[in-house]
């Protein structure tokens, strides 16, 4: 069984830039949820995606935008990077229908804003 | 909303010391706990769970009760090692209108010496 990816592992990007990142769910996973977690910190929750659809979002603004494919498989898009955005994002991927609604962590994307 | 607040760290111990870290939560509804753990420089794994009140976690000697009267989820191990090191997060999951938004505690970092 195939655990969740992410690609790229690092990138460095600039102030004002965009950024894609990618992320691999579970084998049998239908729900993949972004999180951003800052240097000692909790993961902060972006956003979730069920069969393709956002189906619900914490405190984050629209530049913070998300897609999921048809084969659960999704993708992170940040807008007028800030400086502040520098972040290990973690994507985390979970069978909706289990009753605990445990997560599933990727290893992370590095970002960094200069 | 839901919130979890976790014991500060770090939390340094000598190998087969007895381990506590505290974990509480407020939840508008009945939520399943959880306890992460992250090692350097990877994403977090799912080390127990609890799904309804009074439910008992178990994995690799950590424990955990889900303690519904003082809204507790406190992480235990009889007998810690020096791989045991690494950063704990306390988690809740909610079903909030059809989503299940996850809140993560700030972490405790537990440091282990030989």
């Known amino acids: 069984e195939t655990g969740v990816t992410q690609s790229p592992t690092h990138l460095i990007k600039t102030r004002g830039q965009q950024v894609t990142l990618r992320c691999s769910s579970q084998s049998g996973h239908n729900t993949v949820s972004w999180y951003q977690q800052a240097l000692g910190q909790g993961p902060q929750f972006i956003f979730q995606?069920?069969?393709?659809?956002?189906?619900g979002r914490g405190n984050f603004p629209p530049r913070f935008s998300g897609l999921q494919f048809p084969n659960y498989s999704s993708e992170l898009n940040v807008n007028a990077l800030e400086l502040d955005d520098s972040a290990l994002y973690l994507c985390a991927s979970s069978p909706i229908d289990v009753a605990s609604h445990e997560q599933y962590f990727g290893p992370g994307t590095r970002l960094t804003v200069t | 909303g839901n919130s979890v607040t976790q014991m500060e760290g770090p939390v340094t111990l000598s190998e087969e010391a007895f381990l506590t870290i505290n974990c509480t939560y407020t939840?508008?509804?009945?939520?399943?706990l959880f306890w992460y753990v992250q090692y350097p420089g990877e994403g977090l794994q799912l080390l127990l769970k609890a799904t309804k009140a009074d439910d008992k976690g178990s994995n690799k000697g950590f424990e955990a009760t889900y303690r519904k009267e003082t809204t507790s989820f406190h992480l235990e191990k009889g007998s810690v090692q020096v791989s045991d090191s690494a950063v704990y997060f306390c988690a809740l999951s909610d079903s909030t209108g059809g989503s299940y938004i996850p809140t993560f505690g700030r972490g405790t970092s537990l440091i282990v010496h030989p």
């Open positions: 995606y069920y069969r393709e659809e956002e189906n």
């Open positions: 939840a508008t509804g009945y939520p399943s």
